[in-house]
């Protein structure tokens, strides 16, 4: 049984990236960095339900077999098929953002890490719906930084896709969609977490188009 459900969710996996690359053209940009197998945290700009699987496509199959997207729980497991693509095919880290739960987010994410896995994050926390190239992020990009220094937190913006599917419409426009990979950066020492996150949006920013910036 756990044989085929590997199977099902290799075969789903690939499916996944066909489809994301004929509907989309997507391709990787890496600018100032290397895809090499290091481990790593992706922090991404979050416009779509559908950022999280372009930026995993992208990835070589090497990298994209050691990568975790970090995800929310009530999300992907809402419905069986989700319960199933969530942490089958992509093997996402699940992390459960209602207080109440004594599990805190920040636990498994760095137990992950400890495992070895690289990280693909949203530091926005929602979707981004305003005019703003960014939400302000929260926390947790830093607290990783400090709690596991020796990580590339690597800035990844996904470029296009609201322009691709605009709201109200179900045909996809003949748009292609990059994502584009910069330079990592790290916490320095002694540094505030406002200036960290401050300098990781900025970081994040500079990867977009013109036309976002």
């Given amino acids: 049984m756990k044989f085929l459900r590997q199977f099902a969710a290799r075969i789903v996996g690939q499916s996944i990236r066909v489809f994301a690359?004929?509907?989309?053209?997507?391709?990787?940009?890496?600018?100032?960095?290397?895809?090499?197998?290091?481990?790593?945290?992706?922090f991404a700009n979050h416009t779509s339900n559908a950022d999280m699987p372009m930026i995993w496509s992208v990835l070589p199959p090497a990298l994209?077999?050691?990568?975790?997207?970090?995800?929310?729980?009530?999300?992907?497991?809402?419905?069986?098929?989700?319960?199933?693509?969530?942490?089958?095919?992509?093997?996402c880290v699940l992390v459960d953002r209602r207080p109440e739960v004594k599990d805190k987010p920040?636990?498994?994410?760095?137990?992950?890490?400890?495992?070895?896995?690289?990280?693909?994050?949203?530091?926005?926390g929602n979707r981004n719906m305003t005019d703003d190239p960014l939400l302000p992020f929260k926390a947790g990009l830093y607290n990783m930084g400090v709690a596991r220094p020796d990580v590339d937190l690597?800035?990844?913006?996904?470029?296009?896709?609201?322009?691709?599917?605009?709201?109200?419409?179900?045909?996809p426009l003949p748009l292609i969609c990059t994502?584009?990979?910069?330079?990592?950066?790290?916490?320095?020492e002694g540094e505030s977490k406002d200036a960290f996150l401050k300098r990781a949006s900025d970081a994040l920013i500079a990867l977009a188009p013109e036309d976002r910036t």
Avoid: C
């Fill in 21 to 42: 690359r004929a509907i989309t053209a997507v391709r990787a940009d890496w600018q100032g960095i290397e895809p090499v197998p290091r481990q790593r945290v992706y």
């Fill in 64 to 91: 994209r077999r050691t990568v975790r997207p970090v995800a929310a729980a009530d999300y992907w497991l809402k419905n069986k098929l989700r319960a199933f693509v969530g942490p089958e095919v992509f093997n």
């Fill in 106 to 124: 920040m636990d498994k994410i760095i137990a992950a890490l400890d495992e070895g896995s690289s990280l693909i994050i949203f530091p926005e």
């Fill in 154 to 171: 690597v800035p990844t913006w996904v470029a296009n896709l609201t322009a691709i599917m605009p709201k109200g419409e179900v045909i």
């Fill in 179 to 188: 994502v584009t990979f910069g330079e990592p950066i790290h916490v320095k």
